[in-house]
């Protein structure tokens, strides 16, 4: 997979500010969840689209989405898409990442990816970092959740974008998501950069 990738180094937790630009294709995977249950690929066909937030249990930045991501899966999920926190760090183990969406009260399975391997198929570096798939795994959008993280120790008190609820409104009414990628400002995958 061909990937140009622009990154800035900032000090405290290593946020990190990513474009990357992943080839096409689909993904394909089987990962278990934190309670141990198996999920494959061959899942998304059951969805309109599937949400995958990469996230941290230690990253501030996609801490803060938790109500967010909560309200998104309350709003779409009923009408057919998908939603799983992603833990790419493979140092998090389940009972650490149960804790965690547990103590944020995460509504939907978290995908444990020690091997990185939905990271590296997507191209998602930072936490938080959200990409969409269709059913047949293709990916439709890749990027921010929102706009509230402006640069490195400036954020804005209410986004004045929603990358994703945008992303998920177009691809219910059967449209190409307006800006398919956008940069994430967040807290980097370790090991993939």
Excluded: W
Aim: a negative charge.
């Amino acid at each position: 997979m061909q990937r140009i990738s622009l990154a800035l180094l900032a000090s405290g937790f290593l946020p990190f500010f990513f474009i990357s630009f992943a080839s096409a294709g689909s993904v394909s995977f089987s990962l278990t969840d934190a309670d141990g249950m198996e999920h494959t690929s061959a899942d998304l066909s059951r969805s309109k689209a599937t949400v995958l937030m990469f996230v941290a249990t230690d990253c501030p930045n996609s801490n803060t989405y938790a109500p967010v991501l909560a309200r998104l899966y309350r709003a779409y999920s009923p009408r057919g898409v998908a939603f799983f926190n992603v833990y790419s760090d493979p140092s998090e183990s389940a009972s650490t990442v149960r804790k965690h969406d547990s103590d944020f009260e995460t509504p939907f399975a978290a995908l444990l990816d020690p091997q990185q391997t939905l990271a590296r198929q997507t191209g998602a570096r930072s936490t938080p970092e959200v990409v969409i798939l269709g059913p047949a795994g293709q990916e439709l959008y890749r990027g921010r959740i929102d706009n509230r993280f402006v640069d490195f120790g400036k954020t804005r008190y209410q986004p004045t974008e929603n990358d994703l609820d945008e992303a998920l409104d177009a691809v219910m009414q059967g449209k190409a998501v307006p800006h398919p990628v956008t940069r994430t400002l967040g807290c980097a995958i370790p090991g993939l950069n």
